[in-house]
Every structure is written in C-alpha cells, then in structure tokens.
C-alpha cells in the first residue's frame, strides 16, 4: 500500500493506493495559524490532527511520502564538467553556492541529474530552508510516522499530468501552485497566495491567472527561441477549479486550452480528483510512468527527488525511542521552567517563519533581478530602434522632398556666383548649412540678406565667419572670408 499525505495551512489530506487502484482517502481541516508558508508553527495539534486520519481510514504509517503546501524552496539548473565520482558531490554543492542566492548552509539540499553530454552534467537543485523540514519531521514523528520521503507539490503535479509540454494551476484556498513543463522538463515552478480576507471565488482567480500570465511571459522572455505554443495544454486543478467559474475565467483570460488532468491509475467513480491530484503525484514516485505523449512528441521525464535529509530516515526510529522514555527529572524540569520555554519557543517559531521568508524574498529578488537585466537589455534595443528610426524618417523626408532640395541648391549656389564660391552644403529636414569663402564680411551680409530676399526661408542667420591671413599674397587671398549661413523653412 502507498499512502501520501499533503500538508496545507487550511488542510491535511491523505490519500492510500493499492497497486494502481485508489483504496481510500480522506481530509482533515486545520485551525488557521497551525501551519504558515509551509511551516509547521504547532507541532502538536498537527500531529494529532494528522493521528486522527490515520485512525479514521485505518491506513499504514509505513513509508508514507508527505510534502507541504506553500513551503519556500530555491532550484537552480546546473551544467558542470563531468567530474569523478568521488568528488562529484562537492563540485556540485561548489556550483550550489554559486547559483544559490541564499547561503546553502541553511538549506537542506538534494539533486537529481536530468541530462548528460560527452562532457558535461546536467542537475536538477532543489533547496528547502532547514527549520521548515526540521518542524516537517518533528510533527510526522509526533504522529507516529517514519520520516521517509518528501517531495515538491509542483513535481508531483507534473509527475500526475505526465505531458511533455503543459501548463499546469493548481487553485487550492491557501495556496496557488504554477508549473510549466517543456521538452518533458519541469522548467517553471511558482507559488503564489491568493487574496485576503473578504475576495470571492473570480477575485482570487483572477490574481491566480495574473500570476500564471506573469509566470508564462518569463518563461517566453527567456526562451524566445522556443515560447511556449498556443496550443499547450493548460492543466488546471485544486479545490477552487471545481467551480465551473474558475474554468471559464482561466479560459477566457488565458487563451491557452483548458484540459482535466488524466492520471493513469484506477479512480472510483466519486473520487475528487482535483483535490487529490497532488497526492496521485506523490504515490507516481513509486510507479513507473507510461508515456501519454502524441506520436513525435518526447515523453515526460520525470525529475525524482527525495527532500528528506538522510539524516532522519536513518536516526528516525532512535528519536521515537527518545522520545516514548523521558526520564521522569526532565519532565520536571520542563514543567518548572514552562514560562521561560514558552517564551523561548515564540521566539525560536518567529526567528525560524522569518527564516523561511527570507528564502522566498531572496529567490524573489533573484528573479526579479533576472527580468531587470532583461528589461535593460529590452530597453536599449528600442532606444537603439528609435534612433535608427529617426534616422531613417529624416532620410524619407528628405527623399520625398527631392523637388524642394533641388530648389534649395539653386537658390543658394545662384545667391553666391558672382561674389565667392561654396566649399560644403549640408541638406536637412528644417534647413541649409552653407559653408563657402568670399572677398570680405561685407560681402556675407549681402549674401545673407540675398537668400532673405527671397522669401524662401523663415531664417537666414550667420553662423561663423573667419578672416584668413592676407600678409602673404597668393591666388586665394582675393576670397579669404571664410563663413558658415544656416538658413532655415
């Protein structure tokens, strides 16, 4: 028997398989602020919450596979040389910290190898703040569970959609998950939180499918070589979807194709699924999966990692053992010194939620730092086009104004003939630079008031005039007048 065990902040549910065939299932809700951003803040109460369904269904607690909803977590894609084995481990834990906005010493880290060349690895990173896993164990352990295996709730969709390429929103009442797989990869994985107190059913919908239009345009922005296609299906699952609204709006807003989820195990006829797609996910890890591609299309690869530190599924059945013979001295003790603990106990709950949140804000910042680097890099290409364009505007007018250059040549070479030559015409879209020499300043002025006579020009103005050195006589000192008009429309 399978049985897998999501933890939310407003639900725990469990769901056990036989084989391939749904054998049971069941829900049980939480008092709010029991578990926050997938932080266990009360161990105890979750615990018993989490005995009570065991006892109700009546299921094993042997290898359960549990994750958390909303829980901070950090992943990264690494490239490495193929290195030997005996010191792949820090090779990769050295490109970790590197990629890693946060310090991995406060993470708990695993890795799944995802591709491979002639000469290079390619690793799937996952990094999740220890104090959430820490609060995880303690609370399974309280419960009676042996620490076994962990999972994230994006993998575990896509592990239950099993489609090469597909979007997936998952629309649970505490938190909004978004997947997008391509080329049979998990390539996107967000959580979003909907909107407070007092939003209705379309109000939080609509932040879900901002965030998933958000989520896809990164992904577009940062592949525009392969954006996803308009016909990739988007998956769409979570307590929230079973209202036929939420499936209209996501529709309507998206464009994308809206299609079920189609797990390939044995489902009774009255099985929620879309309050269970999660667990399905989490009971595939143990399966071997089938293709559901079309004919050409890759397949699914499944990313298989566990995030339960060795550590505790090793030492998990001596921390029971502890924990069922206290010596009857320190249960004294604790009683007597309860106010001190208690205020020590907030503090640690709230240094450790702060902890978890800054993981989020971190890999936030990250991201948001990616897409400003690729805003700039946007930016200065459109300011490069403009000015291209500009370019090219003035090149059109000038062209479109052949007849008018044409005029302007004759008028200001006629203007000159008789009284200096013209060594430079520079031809705008507002006016005439003319550069030429002449006998004297004198004769500038009566060039000038020439081109003014003529009625063409809104302004004639003199721009420059330089007198040459007349000391030494030669053919050019009768135009020594050097000058520059501008003459403007």
Partial sequence: MLVTLNIGSASIRLLALQGKRVRTWGEVPLESGLVQDGFILHTTAVAAAINGLFESLKVSRNKVIVSLSGMSFTYRTL??????QSIRE???????????????????????????????????????????????????????????????????????????????????????????????????????????????????????????????????????EEPLKPDTPLILTGELSVDPTARQLVQAETGYPVEPVLPPIILPPDFPLDLYTNNIGLALKKMRLKSTAKAGVGDYHDIDINLMPEKYRAESNRAAFRRLFVPAMLVIATVLMLPAYQTFDITRTETARLGSQAVIVSDELYQVRIRADEAAAIEEVITQLSADLEVLQQHHQLLARTDDIADNLEMITNAITQIGYLTSINIGVDGVITCGQTDSIATVTTYVAALEELGYYSEVRIADVEVGDTTEPSESTEYNVAFTVVTTR
Avoid at 79 to 84: R, Y
Avoid at 132 to 138: A, K, R, T
Avoid at 149 to 160: F, I, T, W
């Fill in 79 to 84: 490239n490495l040389p193929v290195t030997p």
């Fill in 90 to 224: 820090e090779a990769i834990l050295r490109g970790a910290k590197k990629e890693i906005p946060v310090p991995i010493e406060n993470l708990y880290l695993t890795w799944h190898q995802i591709g491979e060349s002639n000469d290079e690895l390619s690793y799937f990173i996952v990094g999740v703040p220890r104090n959430l896993i820490d609060s995880l164990v303690q609370t399974l352990t309280e419960a009676g569970i042996k620490p076994y295996m962990m999972d994230l709730r994006g993998l575990a969709l896509a592990r239950a959609v099993n489609q090469p390429d597909a979007i997936l929103l998952s629309l649970e009442p505490d938190y909004f998950d978004i997947v997008v797989v391509a080329n049979g990869k998990p390539a996107t994985m967000h959580t979003a939180m909907p909107r407070g107190e007092g939003a209705n059913i379309e109000d939080n919908v609509m932040r879900a499918v901002d965030e998933l239009n958000k989520t896809i345009g990164f992904y577009n922005n940062s592949r525009p």
